[in-house]
């Protein structure tokens, strides 16, 4: 039961909430590097960001669309709060996870409860954060692009990971992220259109 | 030599012989379920089983401490890993989720069966469509991949209910893949021996396996040195009690044994006397342990602990044949003035343990085998043998510069009566004031655990949502239909009760496997195939849920609806069998659930709900209390023990009366004996303190040895030589006995010095009780035979 439930948690990652930031292009970079840009992203201290989630399952003759806000803090806490079409709370505060579902369930999962959940989760947090190390830990990052129009493919490196999920592709501009494209195994697909409070 | 004197000898050597070759047959058990009654009452047999082997008792409680806690995850690993791979250990749980397949799968495949929310309506067209509309909901929220696995099989999700369920309220905080406690200092996990709690070997062992796993993970884990491992549960904390008292009892007795030792020198000095006088005990232990192992089998640890105790009387013995034969006297000439005297003590003695024949504890009984063997042996040996051993070097102990002195103080003795009475009186008076609270049966106040230990216990138990070891309900039906559907109406009560607050949770054996009338309402809520596909058909019209989506819920429903009923061996995962197993006992005629409950807040409530749902027609539900349940086996235990005393007293009187042929006479032993006993119990009880069945033992050994002092004394002929060293004798035995009783005092293990203590102060007041009311009541009495010795 625990596995399945792990299973079940692992995916449950995938939809996570990433953050867009409005940040400065940094200083005296001539060269946009991932390692500048993940610099860049380490000094962002907060973000806040409205999203548009559309998905396609096989399983549905139409597309599913959530609308809500995300908002992150550094250095580790992230919040998506759906509005429609149901409110939904998902809070990530350092190693845990709590959400409120629609129908009022709450639930809470300690993230070290499986190595596969805190892959995906560092997926979008340490790109948040700006934390390269941790994100090389989990993904093969391939990135490319200009400061203005870059896209950061990550595929997972735990095999139980990638039987899920085939890729996450994050693209953006300077120091704000735009789309979060999930591509799962099944072909199920997700994508998430971010945009930024001003500030 | 003579004839029959050749004869005892070869006799002894034989019996010896025999006795050594059957004792190294013999199986020692240490398990103490043989101090546990044999009660008739069903009930009372699952409390004494779940005292002895129930789950809780078999659970070792293990937090890891200090260090980092990436290192107390790493080495919790490899500790689990390593627990598993031994027999000692049934089940290993950390919080890594190793959980079997078999195990998986027969939650999954079962769901529409074991899920206590299945109802007819979840499957009818509203409650479909109400299902496929949140299931929609959670599909656009951040739970969908929770979901979409499984939504095909399962929309109305039973599984993720069923899993709540079966979690049973034990919430774990895990870490870095592992559990800790919600401070986050403690990395957790949990032991379930294959042996119960009393089996201490057993046990130990295990204790052994974990602590050598555990110096091996911390030795492959760098930095695991930092970490430290606490490990607590009833069959720990049994062997480390084991092993203060081997530690005590070997310390304290190398002392007393010293002490006895060189006062024997002293007395004797010669080496030859001395070790001559641990002939006939070592006879006598030698035959009582052949005597029980013959009779029962097997002999219990306890009994040769205590056993050699209770026999030491008959060190006395010897004590009495040395001390009291006169240079160049011969043994054999004491031997026939004291024979009678010591061959009544003996019959005297043997009638205080007889009563422990009757005991409904086998423990009890075997003490009884074993001390009245041993004496009559002991008691043999001294009389048909020593003088056999003695005949070439003995002639006899010296002469000691003291023994007019002690001699003439028992003369003056007398004038102490007085003050005897009035102390005598006063006790009588204490006593009887506390005659109401005078015994202790609290089974916790005597535990020799100590408070630090019982803290880190109720810490990790807390922390680990280990069972409470205090309180369990206890369902019990004459067959296991019956009980399942009791169990089943105590899981709705007990539902309830944790929603008030009164537990935080409980498990139950209908969980794993709901009674047939259960399964069947549950069956009879699936529709047919036809009937649901049309009502599911029904319930996503105009939702955007594809039409071939829930073909496999459609084929699973179906499938268990054909399926015949869950059966025991329909549990073929090993986690789930075992909880099975330790959740329904089975009894010749009769089947009892236990469900064990998690922090039990208010045990008075669940008491009450319990009292007043109605079982099932034949079954009874409700919460036992192991500890007030434990003290009131206790309270039985120590009355049956009194009454079993008492009775031995009785028939003391009675065998007295009979030998004597006089009531002044018998008076003249007893008086002493009873002024001693209820003089010491007034001792004992001085601080308020209340006796514990210890004292009570302790109080059995010191009629059993101040009744051979008062026979001395009632048979007269306190003067001259044969007076002194009958008095030497007198005195030798009883400094022997409180040097080795006394020394037991020191000890802080309650059943150490409680006989301890009782003995040392009990035999010494015997004596001097014997001295003051007894140095010429003999004579006043009217013995003539008395006054003349020989």
Redesign the interface.
Known sequence: ?????????????????SASHAGEPVPGTSVWSLESMMAGLHQVKAASARFIER?Q??????G???TGTLRYVAPNRLE?I?ST??P?T?ILDG?TLT?T???GDHYTI?L????EVAALVEGIRSTLAGDLPTLRRYYSIDFKGTHDDWELDLTPKNARVRD?VESIRIKGVELVLKTIDVAERDG?HSQMIITPDAQ | MNQRNRVALILWAIGLVTCVWVIARTPFMTDMSAFLPDSPEPAQQVLVQQLRDGVASRLILIGLEDGTPATRAEISRKLAQSLRTFDGFVLIEN?D?A?GKA??DY??RNRYLLNPDVTADQFSRDGLRRALE?D?????????????????HDPTGE??G??RT?AGGAHH?????VWVSADDRQTLLLAQTLAPGFDLDAQERDLNYLRQSFADAQKSVQGGDSVRMLATGPGTFGVKIRAQMKHDVTIYSAIASAGIIGLLLIAYRSFVVLSLTLVPVVSGALAGLTAVSLWFGFVHGITVGFGVTLIGEAVDYAIYLFAQTKRNGGASATLGRIWPTLRLGVLVSTCGFAAMLFSSFIGFVQLGVFTIVGLAVAVSVTRFVLPNLLTARFSGTRRLGFAPALLDLIHRARVLRIPLFIVLAGAVFMVGVRSGNLWQDELTSMSPISAGDQQIDRALRSATGAPDVRYIVVATAPDMETLLQASARTSVELERLISSHALSGFDSPDRYLPSLATQFARNAALPDQKTLAENLAQASNGL???PE?FAPFLADIETVRQAAPLTRSSLTGPALSLKLDSLLIQRPGMWAAVMPLLDVADPNRIADILAKTIAQPGATVKLLDLETASNRLLHQYRREALLLASLGSLVIAAVLLVHFRSISQTFVVLAPLGAAVIMTVAVLTLNGHRLSIFNLFGLLLVVAVGSNYCLFFQRGGMVGEDGERTAVSLLLANICTVLGFGVLSLSGIPVLYGIGGTVAIGTALSLVAAAILTSDMGRTAGNPSAATPG
Request: aromatic share 2%; net charge neutral.
């Open positions: 039961m625990k596995d399945r439930l792990a299973g079940l948690v692992i995916l449950g990652m995938m939809l996570l909430p998905k399952m096989a399983m549905l003759t139409r599913l669309e959530t998506k759906t079409p149901a939904e998902i190693e959400g579902q629609a129908n300690a070290s409860d499986s190595p899920k199920d | 919080g989720g959980i195990d998986q939650v999954w949140q929609l909901q959670l599909l656009s929220s951040g739970m969908e991949p929770l979901l979409k696995d499984s939504l095909p599984a993720i069923l899993a079966l905080r895990v870490r870095d893949g955007p849920f594809r989506t």
